[in-house]
């Protein structure tokens, strides 16, 4: 048994005041480029380039996994794939005026990167402003490791990401999640919440891998973040996904339900949640399982782009968490950082857009999502007969 711990209270859910996600594209993929020296991934834009723009897909299911690549264990609800017990209820959702990406930072820490204190953000706009941790103070505060030259940029309104991180511990399993984090100056403090709970033990790489940073869910930051290659490269998706939604027109609240605003595997809804989350169906709340039932046919929907096609087929197989508030009219995909620049690289356009064949294809995949009504710890995706193999035991 594992015994890394945290000693920490609840992660505070993010202000009701959200800035329209405007990102800092170059310079926080530089940052987090700089500082993950261990884990290069493969592809680069000269690679990608160099891939066919047809549907073309390795057929071979791999044997093994690399659980920094494909986390979590198999029976998390990150690796399963829908089951053919699936009950399906129409999410609602309607055509929006933006399809964003909320970038993920996945850092891996070693046993020889500095100490640095970690503090609580100053303000939700000014962020590396904090000069105190009420989460921490009590025991003397938090200290962590980090690779020194990693820095990523305060908020610079209107861009306030929710820049939700993950560090793997030197340890090479144990996990922090931190939001929204902030670290203005190479070697300097850290900014943000972390999500362990009060005497919990960290979350685990290979465990379930539910626990994380989203402050509207309280859900991984790492577990369903689309990674580098997912999009661009030729092997699909294997893992379900996450999405921001419109809390606002589409979460359901209902005081008296015992967990209002959320539901498994969310930890919580938003703290604002009471006065502001106005959707009508039951079934959609944070934490909620949305897929595409297996009764629309992918080719009905006339997607154009491939990386739409990769997309409908993950959300078909494995379905995407509601993990957060978009807090405007718009969806968002969370991608790990990197990923945006790798797909507008490949693609000649933008993956943060209001327009154009991506944007369409998005609007088409969201109007025909539904939730997994019966997605619960005893029938994950529904329970029955997968649709997708298992994913694989890790590689040693």
Known sequence: MRTTRLTAVTIPSRPLVHARRALA????????????RRDADPLSPRT???????????????????VYRWPFAQQSPWNLPIGNGAVYVPAGFQR?????????????????????????????????????????????????????????????PPSTPNNVTTIIQPDGRSLVGIAPFARCEAGGPAYGWTATQANEPLEDIFADGLRGAHGGSGLSGLGGSIRLGELTGNDPIRHALKLNVWAQRYLFYDAADGTPGYRWPARNADNYAAG???????????????????SISLASLGLVTRPGRRIARALQDYGAYIVDDSAWDAYDLNAEAGVAEEFAQRYGYPMSTNSGPWFEDMMRIVAVLHAVDNNTPATIGGGGVRRRPLAPPFAP
């Open 48 to 66: 990608t380039r160099g891939i066919d723009s047809t549907d073309a897909e390795s057929t071979a299911f791999p044997t093994s996994r690399d």
């Open 96 to 156: 929006a005026n933006w399809m964003g990406v909320d970038r993920e930072l996945i850092v891996r820490a070693a046993d020889g990167d500095p100490l640095v204190p970690v503090y609580a953000p100053g303000s939700w706009e000014r962020r590396c402003s904090g000069t105190s941790n009420p989460q921490w103070d009590w025991i003397g505060g938090l200290r962590l490791r980090l690779p020194a030259s990693l820095v990523v940029p305060d908020a610079a």
């Open 25 to 36: 594209a170059a310079l926080l993929a530089a940052a987090i480029a700089a500082c993950d």
């Open 276 to 294: 502001v989350y106005g959707g009508r169906v039951r079934a959609v709340e944070q934490g909620t399982l949305l897929a595409i039932p297996p």
